[in-house]
């Protein structure tokens, strides 16, 4: 099953929280796309906001080390000195987790905090959420 991207992103806007739930198969189409849509988002958006992945309905992923390298590269740079938010990668296998370790390295000692968990509750309460934030609404 193939999603567009809108399908799988929801903002909350009163809890400053940007939620992406890709499903199938991670690719670098799907994730450009994202990151463009971020990118112009940041610029535009009143108040900076927090970001919850949740990579768990994820059938695998097609996204090498180098292309997610090159991805965090860029939100670091791109992301500038804007003031500080969270970013929240939820995973469920090794796959996964491997992308966001990736992510997460490349990210430190940014504005964008970077944090992997593998329950939903330990990361409603790092972003400071309810639980029911987590989900992309309908």
Not at 48 to 67: G, H, I, T
């Amino acid at each position: 099953m193939k999603l567009g991207l809108w399908a799988t992103v929801s903002f909350h806007r009163e809890l400053h929280l940007m939620v992406w739930q890709p499903r199938g198969v991670l690719g670098e189409a799907h994730v450009d796309e994202l990151i463009l849509m971020l990118d112009e988002t940041e610029r535009k958006a009143d108040h900076p906001f927090n970001r919850y992945a949740d990579l768990s309905k994820l059938d695998s992923v097609e996204v090498s080390f180098d292309y997610v390298f090159r991805v965090a590269l860029h939100r670091r740079t791109t992301y500038g000195e804007r003031p500080n938010v969270k970013s929240v990668f939820y995973v469920r296998n090794r796959e996964t987790a491997a992308v966001a370790m990736t992510h997460m390295i490349v990210m430190g000692d940014s504005p964008i905090e970077v944090r992997i968990f593998n329950t939903k509750t330990a990361a409603a309460k790092w972003l400071d959420v309810p639980i029911e934030a987590l989900q992309l609404s309908r």
